[in-house]
């Protein structure tokens, strides 16, 4: 086992001040214009991207927002020390994984990206730059954390880092039958594994709805890799592994749709497999694809969690609704999650359900159906993956987004942030803080 102490394991909020090393430029800044934004268009101050200290012995970073991921990993992995939630692709700045946060396939055990942030420095409509943390100004902590940029610029951050003994995961994915064979083995073998992932058929039905490749995996050690990779246990490779539950990119009819589904569950044979991933592979399988929904227009994600008590009905309502579209999507992801950190952080106790969703001129009637299905079940849909939820159910979903509003209302009380939003102005978000 490595040696290093894990940060995750302990309580971010209790770690003691110590002395950092100093590091170097990531890269200069003066190569950004005077605003840095992300594909979020959550707003990142100047000159946000320098990696500032960084302590060896507890795993405490602080950087500037604009880092991104593959930066991190860059500056770090080599040494061992990696994030310890992993978005979904290494394009994503520090400031955005916060200003989100973030969830990866270990939500369900180590909560989301914001639980690993210390401190926060924000710079606020009035020009002022404000320190929070859990301790001091919490309020605009959790605000900030998960609030997707709406309270103010995010400067600095502080954030732990964990240290693994490889950059490699060691994973075991089960074919599954139907919908309550694949959350009986979540209930089951989550418990002693880190991640956890499935990839769920939406066109299947009658005894087979639900059906999954579901995939566990644990960090592996050096004894389990093979030959060649412990000569760099570190290395992320370039060629990257195609991963069972990686989303199709969408563009294909139903038929296709259905053919290739049949082929990806079929093509497992055995009832389980087991396999070694590098972490470029595991943890950035659109980054490996090129598929960047971000870039494609023709898709738009839809992520929504169903509480635990209800996620089996819930689940199934969905899927049977899915399967009755034919502008549905036709696979989707599912996760074990638990509460999110900030007060508009996504998701809650329970499963999350993610798909690419084509655009054509009924799906705004189609998510509108699912809403309805979610709210109904006590459920929430992501914001920060959303363009139209309705202002009163968005309220309903989210019952501290009052208390957010608050704390909006008192730091940017011209309400300066969405105005310089130019991409994504989280139009839900707005219309609920106009209602």
Not at 200 to 223: H, K, M, Q
Not at 321 to 337: D, E, T
Not at 424 to 435: N, Q
């Amino acid at each position: 086992m490595n040696s290093k102490s894990d940060p995750a394991m302990q309580n971010p909020a209790a770690q003691p001040e110590s002395r950092s090393s100093a590091l170097p430029f990531v890269r200069h800044p003066e190569t950004h214009s005077p605003e840095v934004r992300g594909a979020s268009d959550a707003p990142i101050h100047p000159r946000s991207n320098r990696i500032l200290h960084f302590n060896e012995r507890t795993g405490l970073l602080c950087c500037e927002a604009g880092v991104t991921i593959e930066e991190l990993l860059n500056a770090f992995g080599l040494q061992g020390w990696f994030p310890i939630v992993h978005p979904e692709t290494q394009s994503m700045t520090v400031g955005e994984a916060v200003a989100f946060d973030v969830s990866g396939y270990n939500q369900y055990r180590d909560g989301s990206f914001g639980r690993y942030v210390r401190r926060l420095s924000v710079a606020l409509a009035s020009g002022e730059t404000v320190l929070c943390s859990r301790e001091q100004h919490s309020d605009l902590f959790w605000a900030t954390v998960g609030g997707m940029g709406l309270t103010g610029t995010l400067v600095e951050i502080e954030l732990f880092l964990r240290p693994v003994e490889t950059a490699y995961c060691k994973t075991l994915t089960l074919k599954t039958r139907d919908l309550l064979e694949t959350l009986a083995l979540f209930e089951k073998r989550t418990s002693y594994c880190q991640y956890a992932v499935a990839w769920v058929d939406c066109l299947a039905s009658g005894d087979f709805l639900g059906r999954s490749l579901l995939t566990l995996g644990n960090d592996a050690t050096v004894e389990e890799l093979h030959r060649r990779q412990r000569v760099r246990p570190f290395a992320l490779e370039t060629h990257r592994q195609s991963v069972p539950f990686a989303l199709p990119s969408g563009g294909w009819n139903r038929y296709a749709a259905g053919l290739w589904n049949e082929l990806h569950y079929y093509r497992q044979r055995a009832p389980q497999t087991e396999a070694i991933f590098n972490f470029n592979s595991f943890f950035y399988a659109n980054d490996a694809s090129g598929h960047q929904r971000d870039g494609n227009s023709e898709l738009i994600r839809y992520q929504c969690a169903i509480p635990t008590s209800v996620s089996r009905e819930g689940l199934t309502c969905i899927l049977k609704f899915l399967g009755s579209k034919g502008n549905a999507p036709a696979s989707a992801v599912l996760q074990r999650v638990q509460k999110g950190e900030g007060w508009l952080s996504f998701p809650m106790p329970g499963y999350s359900l993610t798909m690419d969703v084509s655009l054509s001129a009924e799906t705004g009637d189609l998510l509108a159906q699912l809403d309805r299905i979610v709210l109904e079940y006590g459920g929430c849909v992501k914001l920060t993956e959303d363009s139209r939820l309705h202002p009163a159910v968005l309220r309903r979903m989210y019952p501290n987004f009052d208390r957010w509003l608050q704390v909006k209302s008192l730091v940017d009380p011209d309400h300066h942030y969405p105005a310089l939003s130019e991409g994504l102005h989280f139009p839900s978000v707005w219309g609920a803080m106009a209602a």
